[in-house]
């Protein structure tokens, strides 16, 4: 079976996933996917923490607790999918890649719901956080880029081919129709680079994002 690896950017309340392959040849993109991870007629689930500002602090931990389970499973059907498909098409998923924001360090929930700031930003890690745990719920070994390392990270994993690869996923829009935005552009980035040959040139890109400072009692 051959190689591919899927990536993920992720937006409040759904995310782009592409799933791409590449051995010695053009990068191939095998599946692009919009997949949603709440359930929409649930009030607050698309922004958790600005509807948690609202609540007491119990309730709010309560709420965010459910929302994230179900955000986690909702991610982790939409993997699933995808997995079976590249299956059935023997593809063989070697990993999957989150791309991440700066990586800024947030406090405990209760300051969070004090500043709006610091809400926007753990609203950000939550999904980012529930595709994560998703893919470790399937067995399936993740690794984290920040979005402004993403080309770095491809030079060093690809050398002098780095520059070709990346303007194949620049320009995979032209077969692959729309959409073909900086959602799936870097989502197949991030995923080209768990294929990258040379893992230990990128080895210092990769993040093991701390999402245990944004909301703790979603690890219980």
């Known amino acids: 079976m051959k190689r591919a690896?899927?990536?993920?950017r992720m937006h409040s309340g759904w995310g782009a996933l592409v799933?791409?392959?590449?051995?010695a040849g053009p990068v191939e993109i095998l599946e692009r996917r919009r997949i949603a991870v709440i359930e929409p007629k649930i009030p607050g689930t698309k922004q958790p923490y600005h509807f948690s500002e609202r609540l007491?602090?119990?309730?709010?931990?309560?709420?965010?607790?459910?929302?994230?389970?179900?955000s986690a499973q909702?991610?982790?059907?939409?993997?699933?999918?995808?997995?079976?498909?590249l299956r059935e098409r023997k593809y063989a998923v070697s990993g999957a890649a989150v791309v991440l924001a700066?990586?800024?360090?947030?406090?405990l929930l209760p300051k969070i719901l004090t500043s709006h700031a610091l809400i926007h930003t753990a609203e950000g890690e939550f999904f980012r956080e529930a595709i994560w745990k998703a893919c470790q719920s399937l067995d399936l070994r993740v690794t984290g880029f920040r979005e402004r390392d993403l080309t770095a990270a491809v030079t060093a994993g690809f050398g002098r081919v780095a520059a070709k690869l990346l303007r194949q996923v620049a320009n995979?829009?032209?077969?692959?129709?729309?959409?073909w935005t900086t959602d799936q552009k870097a989502a197949a980035t991030a995923a080209l680079l768990v294929l990258a040959n040379r893992q230990k040139?990128?080895?210092?890109?990769?993040?093991?994002?701390?999402?245990?400072y944004s909301h703790p009692p979603l690890l219980k």
């Open 19 to 23: 799933a791409v392959s590449h051995d």
């Open 172 to 179: 995979a829009g032209r077969s692959v129709g729309p959409p």
């Open 201 to 212: 040139g990128i080895a210092h890109f990769c993040r093991q994002p701390n999402f245990q």
């Open 5 to 8: 690896a899927i990536g993920f």
């Open 56 to 70: 007491e602090f119990s309730e709010a931990e309560k709420f965010l607790s459910k929302c994230f389970a179900a």
């Open 74 to 85: 909702f991610a982790a059907a939409a993997i699933r999918e995808c997995m079976e498909s």
């Open 102 to 107: 700066s990586g800024r360090a947030l406090p």
